[in-house]
C-alpha cells in the first residue's frame, strides 16, 4: 500500500501544502510558517520512509514503482519510480527544503510575503522531486518546467537590485534548453516505437540509428548543460545567484542544477549509448574548460556570492568530467559529486546570506576579521570552503577525486590520451580551487574588520541557523567519511547502466 | 597493540574533537585533553615499537625476486655470475637494467638469510566502487611503527613546550585543537595501508599547517604565508592525485600499497606507466617536502609560532613527502631505475636542494629562517639518500633529524621566548650566559645537525654518503660532502650570532621554564643517543625498519667505510672551524661582499632568494589572480555574457522591428485597410444610389443590354 | 415567314414602352409604358407559341396578362399615395431612397 503511494505523495504532498498555504489568512503569519514547515517535514518523513524500505540489494531496478495511464492519446503514462541514481537525489531535495524553510523561519527577504515565499518553494519542491522519480518524458518534462516559474518568482519579486534582469535570463535561458529538450523527446518518442517510457526507451534506445542518435543528443545536451550550467552555457547562473534570495540561492544550487545532470544520467546517456559515446569527448573538453574558467572566474569576484556562483560551475565541471567518461567510477562520483556539491555550495550560500544579513554587504573589499566579530561563522566558512576545495574526508572529496581517477581510463572506445589530458587540467582545477576558496577565506575571515564594521555589533550564528545548517554540515563530515553511504545506493544502479552502455558502444 | 594500531591516530583525532568543543570551558583551557591524549599515543606507539622488535621475523623475502621482469625461462637470476653476465651488453636493451641488478643482487647477497617480521595488516572495507572494492586500514611495519614513535614523541615534546611558550595565546585552545589534529594526520598517513587513506592523512597536514602558520591571521603577512604553504604543497598535490590515479590503474584497480609496490617491482606493468606514476608521485614530494624548486614555503611557513615550526620541521608535514618515497619505494626504484646509478630525478632533486638551501641560510638574520632553509637543505638530504638508492639511510637521517631539530626550533623558541624577537643580528647575541641549558642543547643539537661524530647526525648522514659512493652516484656524494661543510658552517653562524659576542637586545634575557626546557633536554639526549641505534656492526635499525618492498626490490647494504666517514666528519669540522675562524678570530676576507662585485651579485641572488619567490608570487600566482583571471572574467562577461546579452538585444530588436513594422503595419494595416476600403467604397457607391426610380431602371436596363449583348457574342462566336 | 412580322412589332413595341420608362416624368405614364413593355411580350409569347403549335405560349401570355393587372393596380395604389403626400406625380422628384 506505501510503497505504491510513496511516490506520489512525495511529489504531491508539497503541492497539497501549497494549496493549504494560499487558504491561510494574510494575517496569521505564523500558521503559514507552521503548515509549510509541517508539509516539508511530512514530505521529509515519507523521504525516510523511503530509504529506509528501499531494496538496497537490488539498487539497479525501479522501486516504489507507479505506472499507470495518464494521457492515452500519446502513450504518456504515469510512471514513477526511484533507483540508486535518483534515490540520494530525492533525499537531497526534500532535505534541503526542510532546512530552507526552517532558515527563512525569522528572517524573510524583503518585499516580506511570506504566504506567496512559502508557496512558491513548496511548488518548487514539487517539481524537484517530481523530476527526480519521473520515468515518462512527458512527465519528467513537466516537472523540470515546472520547477521554473518559482524560481523565477523567488528571484524576481524577493531578488537584489538586478533582479529583473537575472530572472528574466534565467527563465529565458533555460526556456530555450527545454525547448530544443522537447524536440528530442518528441524525436525519441517517434523513433522509439511511439512511447515516452523511459525504460522502454532504454531498452529500444540503442537500436536508433547513429546518426539520428547523434542529433537527438544534441537537444537532450542543450537542454540539461544549460541547467547544469556547462561552459559556455553558464552565464545566466551568476547572475541568477547573485540577485536571487538567500533560500533561492540554495535550492538552486543544491538541487536545480542537479535536475541537469541527472538528466544526463538518467536520460541521455543510457536511451543514446552511441551518441554518448561521441559526444563524450566533447562533453568532458567543456567539463574541464568550466573547472579551469569558472576557478578563474571565481578569483577574478569582489563579490561574495558571485564567487560561490562561479565555483558551482568549476564543480559541476568535475561532474560532468565523471559523467563523461561513461565509466562506473565516474559516474558513481557524478552522483556523490552532486549531492557533495548540493550539501556544500548550499551550505556556502546559506553563509554566504547570514552575513550578507549581517553586514548588509557581500563585497569582500569591505569585509574582514570575521573570526574576530562571529568566530563561529566564520569557522563554519572555514569547513564549507575546506570541503569545497576537495579535502579528503569531507564529501568535496569523493566527487572530485573518483572524477579525476576515473578519467585516467574512459570507457572503451574513448580515448584515452584526450582523457588523460583531461585529468590533468582536472587535476590543476584543484589548486585553482584552494586559491580562490583560500582567498575568499582570507579576504572575509581573517585580518581584522574594515573601520566602518568595526564597531559593529555582529550576532554569532543564532538557533534557526543552527538547526538549519546542522544537518548539512553533519552530512558533509560523514558522507566524507563513509563515502559507503551514497556509493552503495549508486553503485548497482551505476554499474548496470555502464555495463549496457559498454555492451552497446564498445 | 600492533592489530589495533588504528587507536593511535585514533587519539589525536578525539582530542581535536574533544578540544574544539569542551576546551574552553575546562580549567587549562584544552591542553590538558591534547597533551594527555598524545601522551596516551606516545605510550602505546612504544607499545608497538617493543612489540615489532619482539615479532619473530619469519617472513622469508627473496631478495631482487623480480622473475618477472626478466624474460621467462632465465631462472639463474639469484646468481650473481649470470646477472655479471648481463651487465657484458652495455649496448643491448636490457643492459642498463642488468647492471642495476648485478650490482645489488651482489650486494643482496649478504642479506640473503636474514628473515624480516612480517607486517601487521588489519583492514575494513569503506567503500565499494564499481569493480573495485576499497578497503581502509592500517598496515604496521617497521617504518610505520618508527614514525609513530617520533610523530607521537615530538609531537608530545611540543605539546609539553606550547603549554608554557603558547601561555595566555588569544586562541590558546585553538592552537591545541589544530595540533592534535596535525598529529593526527601525521599518524593516519604513517599507518596507511593505501594511497586514498594516506591522501587523507597527507591533505589533513596540509589543512592543519593553513590553521597553524596562520595562527595569528590578524596580520595579513600572517594568513599570507599561510596561504602560500596550502597552495604550493596543493600544487604539488596535483602530482599526488595524478600519481595515485595512475598507480591505481598500474596495479590492477587497486589502492593498495603493498600491491602498488609489487605491481611496480614485478614487472608485469610498463615501465612507462611507473615512470609516469613515479614522475607525479614526485610531484608531491617536492611540494609537500619543500624541495627545489617548491621550497619556497617552508622559510614563509616561519609566521607560524616557534613550536609548530618544530612539529612541522622535525616529525609532520615536510617529512610526509620523505614518507611517501619511503612507503611507494618500489614505485620509485623500479620507475626511476634507482639501482642503475647515475643520475636520477628523485636524487637530483635531493641534490639540488641539498646545496641552494643550504646557501641560502647563510644570508638569514632571522634564527627560525635559518633553520628553515637548514630544514630544506636536510630534507634535501633525505631525499638525495631515496635517491641514489640508500633508503635505510634516508629514514634513518629521517629519524636522527627531527630530533635535532625539533630540538634546534624549540631551542628558538626558548631564545625567543627570552627576548621576545628572532632577529638574530639585531635582539641576540652573548645569551650563553642568560641561558645556560637552552645554549648548551642548541649547541648539541648544531653538532649533530654538522654531523659531528658520534652525534645522531654523523651516522645517518655517513650512511647516505656511503650509499651514494657505493651505488654509482658519485655527483651525489660530492654534493652531500659539499652540503655537510655548508651545514657546518651555517650552523656555526648561527650558534655565534644567537649566544656568542655580545647581547645586542633589550631588557634582561632569562632561562625558560621547565616546560620548555625539559624537551630541549629530552631532545638532546636524543640526539647524542638516536646514532647508535644503526652503528655499524649492529644496524638494528635496518633489521627492524626494512619491508618486503625494500627487499624484494634488492636495495643493497654497504659495510660502514672509514674512509667515506673520516672525509665527512672532517669536512663537517672543516666548516666549524671556518665558521669560527671567521666569527670568533675575525679572520678571512670580511666585507667580501661591499668590496667584490661578483660576491655581492652572488649574496643579492641570495638575498632574493634566487627570485624564485618573486616569479611563483608575483608572476605565476599574480598572473593568474591579475591578468589572467580578469580576462576570463572579462571574457566572461564581455563575450560570452555580451553574446546571451547580444543574443537578447537582438531578440529584442527584432521584436520591435515584427512589432513596429511587420505586426502595425503590415498584418493590422490588412485588417484595417478592409475596413477603410469598404467605407470608401461604399462612399462612392452610394453616388449611384440616388432614389430615382427611372435612373435604377436606366442602369437595369444597361446592365441588361451588356449582358445579353455578351451572351449573343460569346454563344454564337 | 409570319413570325418576323410580329416579332418585329413586339420589338417596335418593347422600344416605345422602355423609352416611356426612362424618359418620361409623370408616374402613370410609366405605368402604362411598362404595359406596353409586357405587351409587347406577350405578342412574342403568342407569336412563338403559334409558331412552335403549342398552347404554352398563350397560357404564358394569360399569366402575364394577370399579372399585369395587379401590377398596375399596385402600381395606381403607389402612385396615388405619393400624388396625397406630395402633390405631384413627378418622378425626378420622387428621391427619399437616396444613399
Known amino acids: ?506 | 597493540m600492533l592489530e589495533n594500531a588504528w587507536v593511535i591516530p585514533a587519539l589525536p583525532v578525539l582530542s581535536f574533537v574533544l578540544i574544539l568543543f569542551f576546551g574552553k570551558r575546562l580549567p587549562k583551557h584544552g591542553h590538558e585533553i591534547g597533551v594527555a591524549a598524545v601522551a596516551l599515543a606516545f605510550v602505546l606507539a612504544c607499545v608497538c615499537a617493543v612489540q615489532w622488535v619482539q615479532r619473530p621475523a619469519n617472513l622469508e623475502v627473496k631478495p631482487g625476486s623480480e622473475e618477472h621482469a626478466a624474460a621467462p625461462g632465465s631462472p639463474a637470476q639469484a646468481n650473481a655470475v649470470a646477472a655479471l653476465e648481463e651487465k657484458a651488453p652495455p649496448g643491448s636493451e636490457g643492459g642498463h637494467e642488468g647492471e642495476g641488478k648485478g650490482e645489488k643482487e651482489g650486494e643482496a647477497g649478504e642479506h640473503e638469510a636474514e628473515p624480516i617480521r612480517k607486517p601487521v595488516v588489519k583492514e575494513v572495507t569503506w567503500f565499494d566502487n564499481g569493480q573495485t572494492r576499497v578497503k581502509a586500514g592500517t598496515h604496521v611495519d617497521g617504518l610505520a611503527v618508527t614514525m609513530m614513535f617520533v610523530v607521537t614523541l615530538i609531537s608530545l615534546l611540543v605539546h609539553v613546550f606550547s603549554t608554557s611558550y603558547m601561555h595566555g595565546d588569544r586562541r590558546y585552545t585553538h592552537y591545541f585543537a589544530a595540533l592534535s589534529l596535525f598529529t593526527a594526520g601525521m599518524l593516519v598517513m604513517v599507518t596507511a595501508n593505501n594511497t586514498l587513506q594516506l591522501l587523507v592523512g597527507w591533505e589533513l597536514m596540509g589543512l592543519c599547517s593553513f590553521m597553524l602558520i596562520g595562527h595569528w591571521w590578524e596580520e595579513r603577512n600572517n594568513s599570507n604565508a599561510a596561504l602560500k604553504a596550502f597552495f604550493t604543497t596543493r600544487t604539488g598535490d596535483v602530482g599526488l592525485l595524478i600519481g595515485i590515479a595512475i598507480l591505481f590503474f598500474a596495479a590492477g584497480q587497486t589502492f593498495d600499497i603493498a600491491d602498488i609496490n609489487a605491481a611496480a617491482l614485478g614487472g608485469e606493468v610498463s615501465h612507462g606507466l611507473v615512470l609516469a606514476g613515479a614522475a607525479a608521485l614526485l610531484c608531491g614530494v617536492i611540494g609537500k617536502s619543500a624541495q627545489f624548486p617548491l621550497h619556497t614555503w617552508l622559510p614563509d611557513a616561519m609566521a607560524g609560532p616557534t613550536p609548530v615550526s618544530a612539529l612541522i620541521h622535525a616529525a609532520t608535514m615536510v617529512v610526509a613527502g620523505v614518507y611517501l618515497v619511503a612507503r611507494l619505494y618500489g614505485v620509485f626504484w623500479s620507475g626511476f631505475d634507482i639501482g642503475g646509478g647515475g643520475i636520477n630525478p628523485v636524487a637530483l632533486v635531493g641534490g639540488i636542494t641539498v646545496l641552494i638551501a643550504a646557501a641560502l641560510a647563510f644570508v638569514q638574520t632571522d634564527i627560525k629562517k635559518v633553520l628553515a632553509y637548514s630544514t630544506v637543505s636536510q630534507l634535501g638530504y633525505m631525499v638525495m639518500a631515496l635517491g641514489v638508492g640508500a633508503w635505510t639511510a634516508g629514514v634513518f637521517h629521517l629519524v636522527t633529524h627531527a630530533f635535532f631539530k625539533g630540538l634546534l626550533f624549540l631551542g628558538a623558541g626558548s631564545v625567543s621566548h627570552a627576548v621576545h624577537s628572532f632577529d638574530m643580528k639585531k635582539d641576540m647575541g652573548g645569551l650563553r650566559e642568560h641561558m645556560p641549558i637552552t645554549f648548551k642543547t642548541f649547541v648539541i643539537g648544531s653538532l649533530a645537525l654538522a654531523g659531528v661524530p658520534p652525534l645522531a647526525g654523523f651516522w645517518s648522514k655517513d650512511e647516505i654518503l656511503l650509499g651514494a659512493s657505493s651505488n654509482g652516484y658519485p655527483v651525489f656524494l660530492v654534493i652531500g660532502l659539499l652540503g655537510a661543510a655548508l651545514t657546518a658552517a651555517y650552523m656555526t653562524r648561527c650558534v655565534y650570532l644567537t649566544f656568542f659576542g655580545e647581547y645586542r637586545g633589550h631588557g634582561q634575557p632569562h632561562e625558560s621554564p621547565p616546560a620548555i626546557t625539559v624537551p630541549l633536554v629530552v631532545l638532546a639526549a636524543l640526539s647524542v643517543v638516536a646514532g647508535f641505534v644503526n652503528v655499524p656492526g649492529g644496524e638494528w635499525f635496518a633489521k627492524w625498519t626494512e619491508n618486503e618492498t625494500v627487499l624484494s626490490a634488492g636495495v643493497a647494504h654497504h659495510s660502514f667505510s672509514p674512509f667515506v666517514a673520516l672525509f665527512g666528519s672532517a669536512l663537517g669540522l672543516l666548516g666549524i672551524a671556518a665558521g669560527y675562524a671567521y666569527y670568533w678570530r675575525n679572520l678571512g676576507p670580511h666585507r667580501l661582499t661591499q668590496r667584490s662585485g661578483a660576491a655581492g651579485t652572488g649574496y643579492r641572488i641570495l638575498e632574493n632568494k634566487y627570485g624564485l619567490d618573486r616569479l611563483y608570487t608575483d608572476w605565476v600566482v599574480g598572473g593568474i589572480k591579475g591578468p589572467i583571471a580578469r580576462g576570463a572574467y572579462w571574457f566572461n562577461q564581455r563575450v560570452i555574457d555580451g553574446v546571451v546579452n547580444g543574443v537578447g538585444i537582438i531578440a529584442r530588436g527584432l521584436a520591435r522591428f515584427v512589432y513596429d513594422t511587420v505586426d502595425q503595419k503590415v498584418v493590422d494595416g490588412v485588417v484595417n485597410g478592409a475596413g477603410i476600403g469598404a467605407e470608401d467604397g461604399g462612399r462612392v457607391l452610394r453616388l449611384m444610389q440616388t432614389g430615382r426610380v427611372q435612373q435604377y431602371a436606366l442602369f437595369l436596363f444597361g446592365a441588361v443590354v451588356v449582358l445579353g449583348g455578351t451572351l449573343v457574342l460569346f454563344t454564337t462566336g | 415567314m409570319y413570325l418576323n412580322q410580329f416579332l418585329l412589332l413586339a420589338a417596335f413595341l418593347f422600344c416605345v414602352g422602355v423609352y416611356g420608362v426612362l424618359a418620361r416624368k409623370n408616374a402613370v405614364l410609366v405605368l402604362m409604358s411598362i404595359e406596353l413593355i409586357l405587351n409587347a411580350v406577350n405578342i412574342n409569347l403568342v407569336a412563338f407559341g403559334l409558331f412552335r403549335e403549342s398552347v404554352a405560349g398563350q397560357v404564358f401570355a394569360l399569366f402575364v396578362i394577370a399579372v399585369a393587372a395587379a401590377e398596375v393596380g399596385v402600381g395606381l395604389a403607389v402612385v396615388i399615395l405619393i400624388y396625397r403626400n406630395r402633390h405631384s406625380i413627378d418622378l425626378t422628384e420622387v428621391d427619399m431612397m437616396k444613399g
Open chain 1, 1 to 506: 500500500m506505501f510503497d505504491s503511494w510513496a511516490l506520489t505523495l512525495v511529489v504531491f504532498l508539497p503541492a497539497v501544502g501549497a494549496a493549504l498555504l494560499v487558504a491561510v489568512p494574510r494575517r496569521a503569519e505564523n500558521l503559514m510558517k507552521l503548515v509549510a514547515l509541517a508539509t516539508t517535514l511530512a514530505t521529509a518523513a515519507v523521504g525516510v520512509a523511503i530509504l529506509a524500505r528501499f531494496d538496497y540489494g537490488a539498487t539497479d531496478t525501479l522501486q516504489f514503482e507507479v505506472d499507470r495511464p495518464w494521457i492515452d492519446v500519446i502513450n504518456s503514462r504515469y510512471h514513477m519510480g526511484v533507483d540508486g541514481i535518483s534515490l540520494p537525489l530525492l533525499a537531497l531535495s526534500v532535505l534541503i527544503t526542510v532546512l530552507c524553510v526552517v532558515y527563512s523561519w525569522d528572517h524573510f527577504p524583503e518585499p516580506h510575503n511570506p504566504k506567496a515565499f512559502l508557496a512558491l518553494m513548496l511548488v518548487l519542491e514539487t517539481g524537484m522531486n517530481g523530476t527526480f522519480v519521473g520515468q515518462d518524458l512527458i512527465l519528467f518534462f513537466v516537472f523540470f518546467e515546472l520547477v521554473l516559474l518559482p524560481m523565477y518568482f523567488m528571484i524576481g519579486v524577493w531578488g537584489g537590485p538586478n533582479r529583473q534582469y537575472a530572472a528574466i535570463k534565467f527563465f529565458l535561458f533555460t526556456l530555450f534548453g527545454s525547448a530544443l529538450m522537447i524536440l528530442a523527446f518528441l524525436a525519441l518518442y517517434f523513433k522509439g516505437g511511439n512511447t515516452f517510457d523511459i525504460p522502454l526507451l532504454v531498452e529500444r534506445g540503442g537500436t536508433i540509428a547513429r546518426d539520428a542518435q547523434i542529433l537527438i543528443f544534441g537537444g537532450l545536451f542543450m537542454g540539461f548543460a544549460i541547467k547544469v550550467p556547462m561552459f559556455p552555457f553558464h552565464t545566466w547562473l551568476p547572475d541568477a545567484h547573485t540577485e536571487a534570495p538567500t533560500v533561492g540561492s540554495v535550492i538552486l544550487a543544491a538541487v536545480l542544477l542537479k535536475l541537469g545532470t541527472y538528466g544526463f544520467i538518467r536520460i541521455a546517456l543510457p536511451i543514446l549509448p552511441d551518441a554518448a559515446q561521441a559526444w563524450a569527448p566533447w562533453i568532458g573538453g567543456l567539463a574541464v574548460v568550466g573547472i579551469i574558467y569558472g576557478a578563474l572566474g571565481c578569483l577574478a569576484q569582489k563579490d561574495l556570492k558571485r564567487l560561490i556562483a562561479f565555483s558551482s560551475v568549476a564543480h559541476m565541471g568535475f561532474v560532468m568530467l565523471g559523467i563523461a567518461t561513461l565509466t562506473d567510477y565516474g559516474i558513481n562520483a557524478a552522483v556523490f559529486g552532486m549531492v557533495a556539491h548540493g550539501l556544500i555550495t548550499g551550505m556556502l550560500f546559506f553563509i554566504a546570506g547570514s552575513i550578507q544579513e549581517r553586514y548588509g554587504t557581500r563585497e569582500m573589499s569591505r569585509l574582514g576579521g570575521l573570526l574576530l566579530q562571529a568566530p563561529r561563522l566564520a569557522w563554519l566558512l572555514g569547513f564549507c570552503a575546506m570541503a569545497s576545495l576537495g579535502l579528503p574526508g569531507l564529501a568535496g572529496f569523493w566527487g572530485e577525486f573518483p572524477a579525476i581517477l576515473s578519467a585516467y581510463q574512459p570507457a572503451p572506445g574513448l580515448s584515452e590520451a584526450l582523457f588523460r589530458v583531461y585529468m590533468v587540467v582536472a587535476a590543476v582545477g584543484t589548486v585553482f580551487a584552494a586559491g580562490y576558496l583560500l582567498w575568499m577565506y582570507q579576504r572575509t575571515a581573517f585580518g581584522t574588520a574594515k573601520k566602518e564594521f568595526a564597531e559593529a555589533h555582529v550576532h554569532d550564528v543564532h538557533l534557526p541557523e543552527w538547526l538549519a545548517w546542522a544537518p548539512l554540515l553533519l552530512l558533509i563530515l560523514i558522507l566524507g567519511i563513509f563515502p559507503s553511504l551514497i556509493f552503495r545506493v549508486t553503485d548497482g544502479a551505476v554499474q548496470s547502466m555502464t555495463s549496457a552502455l559498454q555492451a552497446i558502444g564498445g
